[in-house]
């Protein structure tokens, strides 16, 4: 049985994959393959590119929801695997986004899970103990067993699963909506405005260190190592400043447009689709019948 779920899993996979690049053949600049310039994306860009915006916010928001908290509440390897494959082809087949740049995103939260699986599937021991020892410098041992990986390898796909989920809902709906989102589910008011200026508050001080950087750049200070940690404590120490007054200015365009305290979206209106709805409810039978598989084989 387990041998038949992975078939499965892959064979969807192998599915997905095809159905991508057969859809990417005709987009510019080759589809899977494409790169967006060395400049720095912000969220905002993909959200505003993405053909999931069409999709209405609240349904992706429950539907997003709805997949991180089974992802993590069924707690089952293939769950987790089947959640990362459809996040990530709603993502980037559907929604169109360059699987290079979702690949570079999804690398973070990888390397942070790897490393903080280390001390879940590794132990120390003084003598030699599991199924898999590695002797370090005659004085300790590093082991491990079949059990601790597989802990720990479900341990990782979960939390992947759960940051798909949440991917696929960040990298196609725009800030705005969002926050409608928020609105409807009667967040406080205060919340989601601070959400939102600290959101517009980073990308502020980002796009100021990247202009920063590149005057430095065409001035020739990182031409070496000596110039480099120059140029480096230059640009640390006027960015907090250049970052303010950019910041006041960006509150200043608020109060030129009657800024009274509460943040106003244009809210465009997208009714949901009954195949939406299929899909959606047959996706999530479709993961309550893997895991009631996954207990049965076990």
Request: glycine share 8%; charged share 15%; net charge positive.
């Amino acid at each position: 049985m387990n041998i038949c779920m992975l078939i499965f899993l892959f064979c969807l996979a192998v599915c997905m994959f095809a159905h991508g690049s057969w859809k990417g053949r005709g987009r510019r600049g080759g589809g899977f393959g494409h790169r967006h310039g060395g400049s720095m994306l912000s969220v905002d860009y993909f959200a505003y590119a993405s053909a999931l915006r069409k999709w209405n916010a609240v349904f992706k928001a429950v539907f997003a929801t709805a997949c991180l908290l089974l992802c993590i509440i069924l707690n089952n390897i293939y769950v987790s695997i089947l959640v990362i494959l459809v996040m990530g082809y709603l993502t980037v087949v559907i929604g169109g986004m360059s699987f290079r740049q979702y690949l570079s995103m999804m690398l973070v939260p990888v390397v942070f899970l790897l490393l903080g699986s280390v001390a879940i599937a590794a132990g120390f021991s003084m003598e030699p103990a599991g199924q898999y020892q590695l002797r370090v410098f005659g004085l300790f041992y590093i082991y491990c067993s079949d059990a601790s990986l597989l802990r720990a390898a479900e341990l990782v796909l979960k939390a992947l699963g759960a940051v798909s989920s949440l991917y696929m809902l960040t990298l196609t709906t725009p800030l705005g909506e969002l926050i409608t989102v928020l609105r409807k589910a009667h967040v406080p008011k205060v919340l989601v405005e601070l959400m939102h200026m600290i959101y517009r508050y980073i990308f502020i001080m980002l796009d100021t260190h990247s202009r920063m950087k590149n005057s430095a750049e065409s001035r020739l200070g990182y031409v070496d190592f000596k110039t480099s940690c120059y140029s480096f404590g230059q640009v640390a120490s006027n960015l907090l400043i250049v970052s303010l007054k950019r910041g006041n200015a960006y509150y200043n365009a608020l109060e030129s447009r009657c800024y009274d305290g509460e943040l106003r979206f244009l809210e465009e209106e997208k009714p949901v689709q009954g195949r939406q709805i299929a899909l959606a409810a047959g996706f999530v039978i479709l993961l309550f019948c893997v895991w009631l598989l996954g207990k049965y084989m076990n």
